[in-house]
Structure formats: C-alpha cells, structure tokens
C-alpha cells in the first residue's frame, strides 16, 4: 500500500535544511514569495517558516528537504538520557496520523547531526562516532514510544526523522514525508557526475540577483548538463540564452533537460574558446573546471584567456557571475584588468566562490 501526505490545513512550523551560510538567501526567497518577515527565522539547522503555503515554500528553490517541525512538550529538552519519554511526550504521534495517510508501521529512517560532523580530522571522527551511538539511542526510542505507528528501517523509508544536535548538548526534531513530493528539480533527468547540483545553481542564482535583471542575454561556456541556465530562466526571465560545452555527452544531456523543463536554449557542443556570436551577452554565469591537475602558470594562462574571451562576448555594464575554486589565482588577474571590476566575493563552501564581476 502506498503513502498519502494529507496536505496543510493550518500555519504549521517547516524546517528548510541547507548550509547555514546559504540560509539568508532561502529566507530572502521565501520573503519574496510572499511569507512574511516574522514567519521566516534563520536557525542553526536551516530556515524555519511558519506557514500553511506550500507552494509558496516550493518557490524558494536554495533549500535541500523541507521537514515538519514536531514540537516537544513546553519546557524540555531532547536528549539522548531521556529520548524516549520526550518522543512519547511529543507531538510526534498526532503528527504522523494527521498528515501520513497509510499502512501502519511507517517505515522510518533516523538521521542525526551532532555540532563538528561537517569538519575534518580527529575531531570531526569523533562527532560521526557521536552521531552512530545517538542513532541507535533515538532509533530504541521511536520504536519504544511509537510501537505500531512507526517502524525504523532504514533500507526502505516513507519517511525521516531528522534530530540536529544544539551546542547545548539537546536536539531537534524534524519529519520528512515523502509523499509530500517536491517536483522543482523533476526536469533533470540527465545527471553526470559532474553536473552541478540544481540547489547549488539555483543558490548561485540568488546570489546574483541584485544584479541581473529580466530578458538579459545570457551565456554559459561550460554549460554541463545545462542546469544553471534553466536555473537562470526560472530566477528570471532571459532573452536569448546560450550554452557551449565540448562535450557531446553534456549537450545531448543539457538538451534533454531543457526539453523537460520546457525552456528554449541554444545548446552548442564547442569549445568555448573557439565560439563566435553575432552579439553580445549580458551575462555570462558559469561554474569554471577544475583545475586540480593544472600548474600554476596553466591555471594562469587558463584564466587570462578565460576573461579575454568573455571581454569579446559582453557588452559594457555586463555582468560576470563565476564560481571557481581557485580564486587565490582568478582575483589577482581580475584586479588587473581595466574593463572588469569585482561588484562582490560570496563563499560557496570549502575553497569555492562565486565571483561577481562587472565589465566597464
């Protein structure tokens, strides 16, 4: 038998999870897409929203699981000591049977975070060890509290629970349904190793958003599977968009992918350096290759022909949005050209950036 998610009837507590330094963007969205201020708070886990809008929250395309907030009695603290009398305590159980239409047990996977899981070394060991001895704790604890609702089985889930670790040494809780489908990203059907994340290129589009603006022309030299395109037309609307990349693979994907999102782009398997437009762009937005593997003066070379080629593609006022993860060698060439100027530097996670350039 499957799984019904009921619906919202009422303003309900919603948990966006995502990185923290992308909250203020979510928050921001979901501001625009009609949330008020005082039901949008930034927290240590994601966003939190008070709302019964679902299709508003949808609207906001940066976060990575929408979860149900499941409140625990006024007053306590969920700790691994006394998890199973706080579950029973909690809203977990009406929550379950108002919004999981099914058979009974829902299968259920537990997931924890403790503080430093997301760090390297000795300490980071020590808190994934943390995290597998508090899984087994709370997973006892469900299934103690909730016999016959709710079964944990990782292997085959309708739903999460989702306990993030506060410093203070209590967590939270959190449910994901699965059958409360999430279809903004239902158009990539062509996926590479590669490929950038549709989250992470819709973030990248929020980040731009101050500065581009609707029918810009738009270009992406190393378009993949061409997510961060349709990312930009779903931002806002484009005027003529084009993708080049000098793989067959990846056009053949990134057409595919604009087929089902329904977006007319310009897909051209060719180097980009060797790529000729009767025009010029507004924007060119892209995510440049690794460079892992190149030496310094590559890398140098790389990027001194990488701005010369865009300067002969953009016209004055254009805007540049390059994620790279080897700034320490982009920024010095950037800062001397005459005809670009960093507008900003916002950090995407571990080395990488997103560099925010205007042509003069």
Not at 7 to 15: D, E, N, T, Y
Not at 178 to 189: K, L, N, T
Not at 210 to 224: K, N, R, T, W
Not at 241 to 264: L, P, Q, W
Request: proline content about 4%; overall charge negative.
């Amino acid at each position: 038998m499957g799984y019904e998610f009921t619906g919202i009837k009422k303003k309900i507590p919603m948990l966006l999870s995502l990185p923290h330094q992308f909250a203020p963007y979510a928050a921001d969205r979901l501001n625009r897409q009609g949330i008020e201020k005082e039901d949008i708070r930034v927290t240590p886990f994601g966003v939190r929203v008070m709302t019964d809008d679902i299709s508003a929250v949808m609207g906001c395309r940066v976060f990575d699981r929408l979860y149900l907030t499941v409140p625990i009695k006024r007053g306590g603290r969920l700790t691994g000591e006394n998890a199973a009398e706080t579950i029973a305590d909690s809203m977990l159980g009406r929550i379950l049977s108002t919004y999981i239409r099914g058979e009974r047990p829902i299968p259920c996977r537990i997931r924890v975070e403790v503080p430093g899981s997301d760090k390297r070394g000795k300490a980071a060991d020590g808190a994934r060890d943390e995290e597998r001895r508090l899984s087994g704790i709370f997973s006892e604890a469900v299934t103690k509290s909730l016999s016959g609702e709710i079964v944990v089985d990782p292997g085959s889930y309708e739903c999460e629970l989702f306990f993030p670790g506060r410093p203070d040494g209590s967590f939270g809780m959190y449910l994901w349904i699965a059958a409360m489908s999430d279809e903004r990203f239902s158009y990539r059907r062509a996926i590479e190793s590669t490929s950038m994340s549709a989250v992470r290129a819709a973030t990248m589009m929020e980040m731009l958003h101050p500065y581009i603006i609707e029918d810009d022309s738009v270009l992406d030299p190393f378009c993949g599977t061409g997510t961060l395109l349709i990312e930009r037309i779903r931002h806002l609307s484009c005027g003529n968009v084009f993708g080049t990349d000098i793989s067959a693979k990846m056009i053949a994907g990134a057409r595919e992918n604009a087929a089902h999102a329904s977006e007319h782009i310009h897909f051209i398997q060719r180097d980009f350096f060797d790529f000729t437009y009767d025009g010029y762009f507004d924007e060119i937005i892209t995510e440049l290759p690794d460079l892992y593997h190149r030496s310094d003066s590559e890398k140098k070379n790389f990027f001194d022909s990488f701005i010369t080629k865009c300067l002969t593609l953009t016209t004055d006022g254009a805007i540049l949005g390059i994620l790279t993860g080897d700034g320490n060698f982009f920024a010095p060439i950037i800062k001397r050209q005459k005809h670009l100027e960093i507008a900003g530097v916002i950090p995407f996670g571990g080395k990488r950036e997103v560099f925010i350039l205007r042509r003069l």
